[in-house]
Antibody
Framework: EVQLVESGGGLVQPGRSLKLSCAAS????????MHWIRQAPTKGLEWVAS????????YYRDSVKGRFTISRDNAKSTLYLQMDSLRSEDTATYYC???????WGQGVMVTVSS | DVVLTQTPPTLLATIGQSVSISCRSS???????????LNWLLQRTGQSPQPLIY???KLESGVPNRFSGSGSGTDFTLKISGVEAEDLGVYYC????????FGSGTKLEIK
């Protein structure tokens, strides 16, 4: 059974950092690209970042470029999102999802507030 | 960025009624490899999105066949043939032919 389990969320002050993790199981993680998608409270879904199976290629939405870093550890079957210089507008539930969006995690909440 | 316009924003249906949701793209979603990367998702309240349909019309495993998808190019439709109570939630179309964008959602409510 495929499982994606996010962790690392919480309350953080503006300008600070947070690192999210997404632990994958039930499939060969190293064969698949992965994505982070977020959803601000009461809002729709928004793509954040994507990474290739090897980790050699990464892609970001403009509003997080230079602040967020997506990475992966294929030996640990884990996806990461390092979020620096956080802003109030980054407040959202963050989901990891598989390459073709056929599996999603349960989501982790990030709140950026002083 | 590709903009996906979903209509209607809200849908009120009775059990057993058939309903359709439209998703229109600001540009063709036909990829150079011949695939059209248009998916449909359902997000029930308090839950993560659940995939329903991929590549316009292919049903994800375990999804009831009352759900169907159709369309091409820039115009796509999700149809539910006989709404059931468990179908309530917000439906999103999404595309990843050109980067990745989501529609604004259609909230299905049951009368």
């Amino acid at each position: 059974e495929v499982q994606l389990v996010e962790s690392g969320g919480g309350l953080v002050q503006p300008g600070r950092s947070l690192k999210l993790s997404c632990a994958a199981s039930g499939f060969t993680f190293s064969n698949y690209g992965m994505h982070w998608i977020r959803q601000a409270p009461t809002k729709g879904l928004e793509w954040v970042a994507s990474i290739s199976p090897s980790g050699g290629s990464t892609y970001y939405r403009d509003s997080v470029k230079g602040r967020f870093t997506i990475s992966r550890d294929n030996a640990k079957s884990t996806l990461y999102l390092q979020m620096d210089s956080l802003r109030s507008e980054d407040t959202a539930t963050y989901y990891c999802a598989t390459n073709y969006f056929d599996y999603w995690g349960q989501g982790v909440m990030v709140t950026v507030s002083s | 960025d590709v903009v996906l316009t979903q209509t209607p924003p809200t849908l009120l249906a009775t059990i057993g009624q058939s309903v359709s949701i439209s998703c229109r793209s600001s540009q063709s979603l036909l990829h150079s490899n011949g695939n059209t990367y248009l998916n449909w998702l359902l997000q029930r309240t308090g839950q993560s999105p659940q995939p329903l349909i991929y590549l316009v019309s292919k049903l994800e495993s375990g999804v009831p066949n009352r759900f169907s998808g159709s369309g091409s190019g820039t115009d796509f439709t999700l149809k539910i043939s006989g709404v059931e109570a468990e179908d309530l939630g917000v439906y999103y179309c999404m595309q990843f032919t050109h980067s990745l964008t989501f529609g604004s959602g259609t909230k299905l409510e049951i009368k």
